[in-house]
């Protein structure tokens, strides 16, 4: 296990958005939280990447207490994440918007930039190696010097892919990676997910597609309500009566 939640909660005034919530993130394998609109998987994952300081409750990653730690800290410790929209600057090229990405790791200071010293200068060398490396890795390396505001939807989820791989993290989350793009597509993004487990990266993602998310996920925890459900295989979750219930006259075949 890489990452554990114990009574993770989440109160915002009267609601509670995430409610008591335990669950592990297995390290090497794809892990994959469900549920209805508005059950909290968000809230779950901005809690976890440290965007939300819980209400009570703890997150713990490699053994070590990381509930108060703000996002940044977190990220330094190898935790990425991607959003649901990605904010990319769209007057500037792919391979730029994921150099700014990877400044996050670097180790001159404004000075250096300033004066461009030679830590500088390598630096930079070392964020554009980096950026064309993860560029190769999501299969993007054809549109590096494109503006990101020319690019397709589905290379955009490539690029946010792209701008979490490059801090070199050792789990992803990736929330709704496959929402607004056709099947095809979502096929691609599946294998994509695929070869980040097969280097080594553990993935935690957010879907609404129900067929990718059976297909794909090793672990799935189903939330409803700010509380977990169910928790198992794609079998154990379909075959689920409470999962089943949540589900109707819900989007579940999305
Ligand atoms: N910052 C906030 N302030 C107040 N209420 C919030 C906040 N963020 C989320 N909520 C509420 O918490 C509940 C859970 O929301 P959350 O966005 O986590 O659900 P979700 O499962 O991600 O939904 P969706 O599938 O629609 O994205 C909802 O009732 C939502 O309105």
Do not use: W
């Not at 794809?30 to 968000?42: E, Q, R």
């Not at 904010?87 to 090229?93: D, G, I, P, Y």
């Not at 190769?136 to 054809?142: A, P, Q």
């Amino acid at each position: 296990m890489l990452i554990e939640t114990r009574n993770l909660t989440k109160q915002f005034g009267g609601l509670t958005a995430v409610k008591d919530v335990d669950f592990e993130i297995e390290k090497g394998k794809i892990n994959a939280i469900i549920g209805p609109n508005g059950a909290g998987k968000s809230t779950f994952f901005n809690l976890v990447s440290g965007s939300y300081i819980p209400t009570s409750g703890q997150v713990i990653y490699r053994g070590k207490d990381i509930t108060k730690l703000p996002p940044n800290k977190i990220a330094e410790l190898g935790v990425a994440r991607t959003f649901q929209t990605t904010n990319l600057f769209e007057q500037a090229t792919v391979l730029d918007n994921v150099i700014v990405g990877h400044r996050l790791r670097t180790k001159y200071n404004l000075l250096d930039a300033v004066l461009r010293t030679k830590r500088y200068k390598k630096e930079e060398k070392k964020c554009k190696d980096k950026a064309m490396e993860v560029l190769d890795f999501v299969g993007l390396t054809n549109i590096t010097d494109q503006l990101a505001g020319n690019i397709t939807q589905e290379e955009k989820k490539r690029v946010a892919f792209a701008l979490a791989l490059a801090t070199d993290p050792e789990v992803v989350f990736l929330d709704e990676p496959a929402a607004g793009i056709n099947s095809g597509e979502t096929e691609g993004l599946a294998e994509l997910m695929k070869k980040m487990v097969k280097r080594g990266i553990t993935v935690c993602l957010i879907e609404h597609k129900m067929q990718m998310i059976m297909k794909l996920a090793d672990k799935i925890m189903v939330l409803n309500y700010g509380e977990k459900i169910a928790e198992g295989s794609s079998e154990e979750i379909m075959n689920n009566q409470d999962v089943i219930e949540a589900y109707l006259g819900g989007d579940a075949s999305a």
